[in-house]
């Protein structure tokens, strides 16, 4: 928590939103968010700065449990899924349990595209990556959730179909995937209050996310859109 304090600071960073990097790897994700939970709760500084996620695994026993305490004893805000990581699918019951349990909650699920480039990976990770479409089957079948979609490291085009119900979802995708390349198009093509600042911190870094957005043309984002961008979209998502 201090290192990432710090770099907040350095960049100017008054909140953000985590989850804990171990949940990808326990078997029973809800070790690590108490770990969180006590991390955030060690300085009080901590408290208004960080916007806790619950990593669950909805093919572990005892997951329902994990997210009612993670979301009334832990104050959770959000919810975090690996589905790559602990093997399931989108469209697996369980898992469209958990995102209608969210949803009726009042709290986002989160996805990323991929946490790190599978190419020079160990051959003990995972070797699949995820495209923008890769998400789309859940948000089909639970339409009126809250989504973030995170790292949008590849491929982001969508049918036509798709990319309509996406447009109309509560959906927010964050600045820090390296197809986030044209920001200016992605804007345009699927509005402006879909994206914020994010930075996939630690495994990526804060300044490529900011610049996306700071570095946008005048016919791309004016400084209403692109303080939209830096705080206001996320703030209103997550009615902070």
């Not at 790190?116 to 990556?129: A, H, I």
């Not at 600045?175 to 914020?196: A, E, Q």
Request: one cysteine or more; hydrophobic letters at 40%; a negative charge.
């Amino acid at each position: 928590m201090p290192a990432l304090s710090e770099r907040m600071e350095e960049f100017g960073t008054d909140m953000a939103v985590v989850s804990s990097l171990n949940g990808i790897f326990y078997k029973n994700t809800q070790f690590a968010n108490e770990e969180l939970f006590e991390d955030i709760r060690s300085k009080k500084a901590y408290q208004n700065r960080f916007i806790p996620f619950a990593v669950i695994n909805p093919i572990y026993n005892g997951w329902r449990d994990d997210f009612e305490t993670s979301v009334t004893k832990l104050g959770m805000k959000g919810i975090r899924l690996h589905p790559i990581y602990h093997g399931y699918e989108l469209d697996h019951p369980a898992c469209i349990e958990l995102v209608k349990m969210a949803r009726d909650r009042g709290i986002p699920i989160a996805f990323s595209l991929r946490m790190v480039d599978s190419r020079p990976s160990s051959w003990l990770d995972v070797e699949k990556e995820w495209t923008l479409a890769s998400v789309m089957p859940i948000i089909r079948a639970v339409p009126d959730a809250k989504y973030m979609i995170l790292n949008l490291a590849n491929s982001v085009v969508l049918d036509e179909k798709d990319a309509a119900l996406l447009k109309k979802s509560t959906i927010i995708m964050d600045t820090s995937g390296r197809n986030v390349l044209d920001l200016g198009g992605l804007l345009k093509t699927y509005g402006s209050d879909k994206f914020c600042f994010g930075t996939h911190s630690p495994v990526l870094d804060y300044c490529t996310g900011l610049l996306r957005i700071e570095s946008l043309r005048p016919d791309e984002a004016d400084e209403k859109t692109k303080e939209m961008l830096r705080s206001e979209n996320l703030r209103k998502f997550l009615n902070i």
